[in-house]
C-alpha cells in the first residue's frame, strides 16, 4: 500500500483518495476483500469528509455483499452510506442504498429491527426523490414495498400490508417492471392481505401478479407456487369446483417447473385435503393419501407431512366406515406429535381421528377424548380459530347424540369464541345456526329459534352461491323456519319454509328428505290455516317420501295424520270413509315397522270413529311403551274427545296421574 501510495506522491491528495478508491473496487470485484478494504481506508484517511467516496465506497460493499450474501459487508456499507448521509443528508443515492443495504441485512439474519430500519432509511430517500428518473422511483417504491412487507409479516397487521401494496402499485406506475420477482412479490402481498381480511378481490389482483410474473418467466417456480396458493385461497372463500380444478393444474404445472420440491406435494395434498373435507368427497381425499405418500419419500419427518396424511385416512375410515384406516390415520398423527408436539393443527387432526372412531362406534367417551385433544392445541394458541370451532362442533355432536339442550348450550359458546376471531367464514355461521335451531327444538325456548333465523341469513349472505353449492344450508334453514313457524304460528314462514325447500327440490331432486319435509310443513301450514288442499299437498309429498324410503315408519304416521285430517275436513261422506281406512292401514303398517307412535294414533283414529273400547285399548298399549305424550297434551287433543268422557279414560287418566307421582317422590 505504501508503494502505491509513494508513486502519486506528486497528486492532489482528492486524486491520491480517488485512485486509492478505484484500486479498492478493483479488488472487490476480484473477490480480494481484505485487500480492497486497505485501499478504502487509506482513501477515507486522506478524504474523510467526502461524501461521494464515502458512498462509493459503500455502493461497492453493498454489491460484493450482495453477492456473496456477506452479512459483515453489508453492515460495512451501511456505515459507509451513515457518512455520507451526515455529510450531504439530501444524498438520495446514500439513503436509498442504505436502505437496501439493511433490508438485505433483515434477509440474511431474519431479523425484525432490520427492516424498520430499512424502512426508515427508505423512507428518507422517497423525501429526497424529486425529478429522479422514473426507472429509478420504480425500484425505489420496489424496495420500500418489500420492507414495508416484511414489517406486516411480523405485525400481522392489514394496514402494513396496505402500505406495501400502495408501494408496490406506485412503483408499477413510474416504471411498469418486467421483473418476475418484482411481481411474484407484488402479489405475496396483496394474498397476505387478502387472506388476513377475507377479500376475495385482493386475492384475483394476487392472481394476476402471479401471472404477470409467469409471462416473464414461465419457469418461474416461486410464482407459480404462489399461483397454486392463491387459487387454493379463492376456492376456499367461493367452494367453485372451476377454482378447484384451476388450483390443481396451478400445482401439476409447479411441479413440471420443479419436481423435485417434496414441500409443493405437501401443499397439494393439503388443499386436497381441504377440499375432500368440504362434502367428504372420498376422491380427493384418496388423491391427498397419494400426494402424501410422495412427498414422504423425500420428508418422511415432516410433522405437517403426516398430519394431513392422518387426517385424511382416517376421513376415508369414517366415511368408507374402515377402521383400520381410521388406526393408521391416528398412527400417523401420533408420530407427528412425536416429532413437534407444539402445533395446534396437529392438535386438531388428532382430535378429529377420534371423533371418527366416536362415529364408527356410535361411543360418546371417543369424542369427549377429542375435546381432550383439541383443548391440548388451545393451550398452545387460544388464537387457534378452527380448534374452537372443532369443539363445538364436537359438543354439538354430543348434544344431538343424547338429546341434551345443556351439551348444545355449551358448543355454542366454542363456537362463537371461533366466530370472534373470524367472522367471515360462512360455515362457521352455518354450523351455529344449525345448533340454535337444535337447541330451541329441544329446549323449546323461543329465543334459540329467533337466533337461529337470523344466523342461517347471515350465513347464506357471506356464501352468495350457497342454493348450488350447498343445498344442505338452505334444507337446514327451511327446516327452522318450519320449527320457528310451528312455535309461534306464523303462516309466513311456513310459506318462506315451502319455498325454499322448493329451491332445493329444483336444485337437487334426489335431496335426501325433502319430500318429506316438504310434507311435514304443508300439514303444518294446512292445521294452521285450515286449508284442505295444503293437506293435499302434503299427502302428495308424503307419497313421494314413502316410495323412497317403503319401511320408514315416521313417513306412515304421518300419511295416516294427513288423511286423518282431510277427513276432518271434507265434507264428502266417501271421501272421509276412504280417508280413515287408508290412515288404519298406514297405521298398522307403520307398526309393522317398529313405530310405537302409531298405537297412539291408532287410539286417536278410533275416538273418531266413536269406538272408544277400541280406542282404549292402544291407549293402554302405547302406555306400555312409555310411548304416551304428556297428560296436558292427551287432555287437550280434540281427536280423543270421543273418548274423554267415558269411565275407561278416566280410570286410565287416574292411573297416569298415580305413576307420575310415584315417579317424582322416588
Same mark, same amino acid.
Not at 385416512?313 to 366406515?321: A, Q
Not at 362457521?428 to 344466523?455: Q, V
Given at each position: ?68 450474501? $456477506?452479512? =459483515?459487508?453489508?453492515?460495512? @456499507?451501511?456505515?459507509? !452510506? *451513515?457518512? /455520507? ?5 439530501? #444524498? +438520495? ?105 377475507? $377479500?376475495? =378481490?385482493?386475492?384475483?389482483? @394476487?392472481?394476476?401478479? !402471479? *401471472?404477470? /410474473? ?5 419457469? #418461474? +417456480? ?127 387432526? +388428532? ?316
Amino acid at each position: 500500500m505504501s508503494q502505491t501510495i509513494s508513486t502519486t506522491s506528486f497528486c492532489s491528495s482528492a486524486e491520491q483518495a480517488h485512485s486509492l478508491l478505484l484500486l479498492g473496487q478493483i479488488e472487490l470485484s476480484q473477490k480480494n476483500l481484505e485487500k480492497g478494504l486497505e485501499y478504502f481506508k487509506e482513501a477515507s484517511l486522506l478524504k474523510p469528509d467526502d461524501a461521494k467516496i464515502n458512498f462509493e465506497q459503500g455502493l461497492s460493499l453493498f454489491h460484493f455483499g450482495l453477492q456473496e450474501e $456477506d452479512g =459483515k459487508t453489508l453492515l460495512l @456499507a451501511c456505515k459507509k !452510506f *451513515k457518512i /455520507a448521509t451526515t455529510l450531504v443528508p439530501e #444524498h +438520495f443515492e446514500a439513503w436509498q442504498f442504505w436502505g437496501m443495504s439493511l433490508l438485505r441485512l433483515g434477509k440474511i439474519h431474519q431479523e425484525f429491527h432490520y427492516f424498520l430500519e430499512a424502512n426508515k432509511k427508505l423512507t428518507k430517500a422517497l423525501e429526497h426523490s424529486k425529478d429522479k428518473p422514473s426507472e429509478v422511483l420504480s425500484v425505489l417504491y420496489s424496495e420500500y414495498a418489500v420492507a414495508n412487507s416484511a414489517i406486516a409479516e411480523n405485525s400481522k397487521e392489514a394496514y402494513d400490508w396496505r402500505l406495501s401494496i400502495d408501494a408496490f402499485e406506485k412503483a408499477v406506475s413510474a416504471s411498469f417492471p418486467k421483473n418476475p420477482d418484482f411481481w411474484n412479490e407484488f402479489g405475496l402481498a396483496c394474498l397476505q392481505l387478502s387472506e388476513l381480511i377475507v $377479500d376475495i =378481490k385482493l386475492c384475483v389482483q @394476487a392472481i394476476h401478479c !402471479f *401471472k404477470q /410474473a409467469i409471462s416473464y418467466d414461465t419457469n #418461474h +417456480f416461486a410464482s407459480w407456487k404462489s399461483l397454486s396458493l392463491s387459487m387454493q385461497f379463492l376456492y376456499k372463500q367461493t367452494q367453485d369446483e372451476d377454482h378447484f380444478l384451476q388450483a390443481n393444474q396451478c400445482f401439476d404445472a409447479s411441479l413440471r417447473v420443479n419436481h423435485f420440491d417434496p414441500s409443493l406435494y405437501a401443499d397439494w395434498a393439503h388443499f386436497l385435503l381441504l377440499s375432500g373435507k368440504i362434502n367428504l368427497d372420498l376422491k380427493k381425499l384418496s388423491s391427498c393419501v397419494e400426494k402424501c405418500e410422495k412427498a414422504n419419500l423425500t420428508e418422511s419427518q415432516n410433522p405437517l407431512l403426516l398430519t394431513t396424511w392422518g387426517e385424511a385416512l382416517s376421513l376415508i375410515g369414517e366415511i368408507t366406515e374402515n377402521i383400520e384406516s381410521i388406526y393408521t390415520g391416528q398412527a400417523k398423527l401420533e408420530e407427528a406429535l412425536d416429532i413437534d408436539s407444539n402445533t395446534p393443527s396437529t392438535w386438531r387432526a +388428532f382430535g378429529e381421528s377420534f371423533n371418527s372412531l366416536g362415529k364408527y362406534f356410535d361411543d360418546p367417551d371417543y369424542h369427549y377424548q377429542a375435546i381432550e385433544k383439541f383443548q391440548t392445541g388451545l393451550s398452545i394458541d387460544r388464537t387457534e380459530h378452527d380448534l374452537w370451532m372443532a369443539t363445538g362442533n364436537t359438543y354439538f355432536h354430543i348434544g344431538k347424540m343424547m338429546e341434551d339442550a345443556v351439551t348444545l348450550k355449551k358448543s355454542l359458546y366454542f363456537m362463537e369464541k371461533a366466530i370472534d376471531l373470524q367472522p367471515h367464514i360462512s360455515h362457521y355461521h352455518f354450523t351455529k345456526a344449525h345448533c340454535l335451531s337444535k337447541t330451541g327444538e329441544i329446549s323449546r325456548e323461543e329465543a334459540y329459534l329467533e337466533s337461529s333465523i337470523s344466523t342461517f341469513e347471515k350465513a347464506l349472505s357471506l356464501q352468495k352461491n350457497a342454493i348450488y353449492l350447498h343445498p344442505n344450508w338452505l334444507f337446514e334453514y327451511a327446516k327452522a323456519l318450519d320449527l320457528y313457524a310451528d312455535f309461534f304460528d306464523e303462516e309466513h314462514h311456513y310459506h318462506k319454509a315451502i319455498e325454499i325447500f322448493l329451491h332445493v327440490l329444483m336444485i337437487n331432486p334426489e335431496f335426501a328428505k325433502i319430500h318429506y319435509h316438504l310434507g311435514l310443513t304443508y300439514s303444518h301450514l294446512a292445521e294452521l290455516v285450515g286449508e284442505t288442499q295444503n293437506f293435499y299437498r302434503a299427502l302428495h309429498f308424503f307419497r313421494l317420501a314413502a316410495k323412497k324410503e317403503e319401511d320408514n315408519d315416521q313417513i306412515l304416521v304421518d300419511l295416516a295424520v294427513t288423511f286423518i285430517n282431510i277427513a276432518q275436513h271434507t265434507g264428502d261422506t266417501a271421501e272421509i270413509t276412504s280417508c280413515y281406512q287408508e290412515a288404519e292401514n298406514k297405521l298398522f303398517l307403520a307398526i309393522q315397522e317398529g313405530s310405537l307412535q302409531a298405537y297412539y294414533q291408532l287410539a286417536c283414529l278410533y275416538s273418531l270413529l266413536n269406538n272408544a273400547e277400541k280406542s282404549m285399548i292402544f291407549l293402554h298399549k302405547t302406555n306400555s311403551f312409555n310411548a304416551l305424550p304428556p297428560i296436558e297434551d292427551i287432555l287437550e287433543d280434540e281427536w280423543l274427545d270421543h273418548v274423554r268422557c267415558s269411565d275407561s279414560f278416566k280410570e286410565f287418566l287416574l292411573s297416569l296421574e298415580r305413576k307420575t307421582s310415584l315417579q317424582e317422590e322416588s
